[in-house]
């Protein structure tokens, strides 16, 4: 029995560039449904379409932390977003094995009217944490994000501080298998963003593991087991993290 | 086959390929979400009622306004059915009540993914939850506004017969019609934002063709089968019949219709539902 808890094959994504493949009001589709019966060729043409990722494959085992690293637009949210089951891909295939917390957003799903304490319930059960979990945990929750005064105000009158905290905290304690994580560390001040980065090293001390997206190179030496490169949607690079592919990248 | 890690792997294994789910398999994982439906309900609720100072008086006052307002134009300046048996109030709720539900319910849940866009370009749940917990916030006003019939039955001193066992399945039959319509209508308005202009506008005209104000009697016999094919007819005339002592006799071929239209718009809906949840956000 492997212990890869992630497996990406030869994972694409391609979008159409043109809006002519993508109707957008009744008329157009109806339109192109006629069209489409006379020439056959539903696909886009080879310079009309965009592969965000091509050929991608990447393996992640329990415990460890990959880190993807790559210019904008190289592919690493899409492929966070593929792995977070929130688009399909195009091609290829992920196997994914145990629960995952997508932390692609921090407050997610938050709703300005309801209380702290409503949407710590909410936020966690869209992360898929049962109520019962939250319940237990919901003190560790509160004192990790430091808001306990605040609780039964409605978010909306919250600091964007205070709400970042909180909504941290719900997702950081919803008790995943895989995290996947997109720029969302550095939330709060500076003794916040503090307290998660160990928080993370404490849960990937524990056997879970980890995907994550940062341009904060010094934040993916403290965290990250391996290393991704990603250029132009394909994986330029791969190794772990003193394998000198950082190095590479930063030159 | 040692495991020397600290925590032993997880069983559960997804795949991720693109292809559509199977029903059994979106079932599942529905079921597995359930906390996330209850929780948008009850979210909805409370922020549909939080700083109002009537409250929850609104869930009754809106229906009884309806109620009201049908009365006076189809019962007092139209003239209809004044000379029947039962009070023309019980008929007239019989038909409003479910009417409101059906008119708010599939603007809900057509326009529920398009409103919680954000939501899901961010996290993953089974999407159906979000047009099912829209639809779900209306069906709890719809099922609460029938105190205001049991209030008008005691207040008519009016009694239901046995048939009034069959009540729960017509309500059952809406609600299932109004979450069909809204996971259709919801993945539909993602792609094309016309329906957004159609389906409040046919929604306005759906009130004069479906016997809320009126009863089916007062439509001519040889349009009945071609009125019938609107399915509110026969679960409104089934509920009038469940509720009113079996009123004008059992409608059996607006209630075989109805069922059968009800199937149908279901089986497209899941269908399509299914077939567009991968990648509804690439719609969008």
């Known amino acids: 029995m492997s212990d890869i808890v992630i497996d990406i094959e030869d994972l694409g994504k391609r979008y159409a560039l043109s809006r002519r493949h993508r109707p957008d009001s009744l008329k157009s589709w109806l339109r192109s449904l006629v069209r489409q019966a006379r020439t056959t060729s539903p696909h886009p043409s080879a310079d009309e379409e965009f592969w965000a990722l091509k050929n991608v494959s990447l393996q992640v085992r329990q415990g460890e932390c990959l880190a993807l690293v790559g210019r904008n637009g190289s592919g690493k949210s899409t492929l966070l977003k593929i792995l977070s089951r929130i688009i399909p891909p195009s091609q290829g295939r992920a196997r994914v094995r145990g629960r995952v917390a997508s932390l692609l957003e921090v407050g997610t799903g938050f709703h300005p009217e309801l209380t702290g304490r409503e949407n710590i319930y909410l936020n966690g059960a869209m992360l898929g944490c049962p109520e019962r979990d939250i319940r237990r945990r919901f003190d560790a929750i509160v004192d990790f994000s430091g808001v306990e005064r605040f609780l039964d105000t409605p978010v909306k009158h919250y600091s964007s501080g205070m709400y970042v905290r909180l909504a941290y905290s719900v997702a950081a304690h919803v008790d995943a298998d895989i995290l996947i994580i997109d720029e969302v560390l550095a939330v709060g001040d500076g003794e916040f963003q503090q307290k998660c980065l160990s928080h993370v090293g404490t849960t990937l001390a524990s056997g879970k593991s980890a995907i994550v997206v940062s341009h904060d190179l010094a934040l993916i030496r403290l965290l990250a087991s391996h290393v991704a490169w990603l250029r132009e949607g394909r994986v330029c690079e791969v190794g772990p993290v003193e394998s000198g592919v950082l190095e590479c990248y930063s030159a | 086959m040692t495991d020397s890690r600290p925590a032993a792997l997880p069983a559960r294994t997804v795949l991720i390929d693109g292809s559509p789910q199977t029903w059994r398999g ?259």
């Open chain 2, 26 to 284: 979106y079932w599942h994982e529905l079921c597995s979400f359930h906390e996330v439906t209850r929780m948008l309900v009850r979210r909805d609720l409370i922020v549909r009622f939080r700083q109002t100072y009537f409250g929850l008086a609104w869930l009754l006052f809106k229906p009884l306004m309806l109620m009201a307002v049908t009365s006076f134009a189809f019962g007092f300046l139209a003239g209809f059915d004044r000379s029947h048996a039962v009070p023309y109030p019980l008929i007239i709720f019989c038909g409003v009540i479910p009417w409101y539900f059906f008119s708010n319910a599939v603007p809900d849940g057509m326009n529920s993914l398009a409103g919680h866009l954000h939501v899901i370009q961010k996290t993953y749940f089974p999407r159906a939850i979000i047009p099912i917990a829209a639809v779900a916030v209306d069906a709890v006003e719809f099922l609460v506004a029938w105190l205001l019939f049991a209030f008008a039955c005691i207040w008519f001193g009016y009694l239901p017969g046995w048939q009034i066992v069959f009540f729960p399945l017509f309500c059952l039959q809406l609600m299932v019609l109004c979450t069909a319509a809204g996971l259709l209508l919801s993945v539909v308005n993602l792609r094309f934002r016309d329906v957004g202009n159609l389906v409040p506008f046919l929604l306005t005209i759906g009130f004069f063709v479906t016997p809320g104000g009126y009863t089916l009697a007062r439509i001519p016999e040889q349009w009945h089968s071609l009125y019938a094919l609107n399915p509110l007819v026969g679960i409104i005339e089934g509920l009038r019949w469940s509720l009113l002592n079996g009123m004008d006799g059992f409608p059996l071929k607006p209630v075989l219709v109805s069922l059968a239209a009800t199937l149908a718009i279901s089986l497209v809906a899941g269908r399509h539902f299914l077939a567009s949840e991968a990648s509804l956000v690439d719609l969008a």
